[in-house]
Nanobody
Framework: QVQLVESGGGLVPPGGSLNLSCKAS????????MGWFRQAPGKQRELVAV???????NYKDSVKGRFTISRDNAKNTVYLQMSDLKPEDTAVYYC????????WGQGTQVTVSS
């Protein structure tokens, strides 16, 4: 039983920056993975970035060098720093928490448009 609260979505122009955060609460394990997925209209949900409890990270190739995932274990919070945003980054971004099962946030809209 984990609850995830996301914040930070919004409307930004191409080339702009946006920061997302996700706070986990409830039955938090000592070792867990957190990450971000996104889903655009008419498309499948896809991995954006994940980070392990030890700080190891993996990114979707198209966001490498532009997005940075980080976590604060003391706050049970994961962050996604996004820069040089492109229209194709437009999607609903979902926070994920994983221990022996997966939990999902409700999603936050990121729109990149002029």
């Amino acid at each position: 039983q984990v609850q995830l609260v996301e914040s930070g979505g919004g409307l930004v122009p191409p080339g702009g920056s946006l920061n997302l955060s996700c706070k986990a609460s409830g039955s938090i394990f000592s070792i867990y993975v957190m990450g971000w997925f996104r889903q655009a209209p008419g498309k499948q949900r896809e991995l954006v970035a994940v980070i392990t409890s030890g700080g190891g990270t993996n990114y979707k190739d198209s966001v490498k060098g532009r997005f940075t995932i980080s976590r604060d274990n003391a706050k049970n919070t994961v962050y996604l720093q996004m820069s040089d945003l492109k229209p194709e980054d437009t999607a609903v971004y979902y926070c994920m928490y994983r221990d022996y099962t997966d939990y999902w946030g409700q999603g936050t809209q990121v729109t990149v448009s002029s």
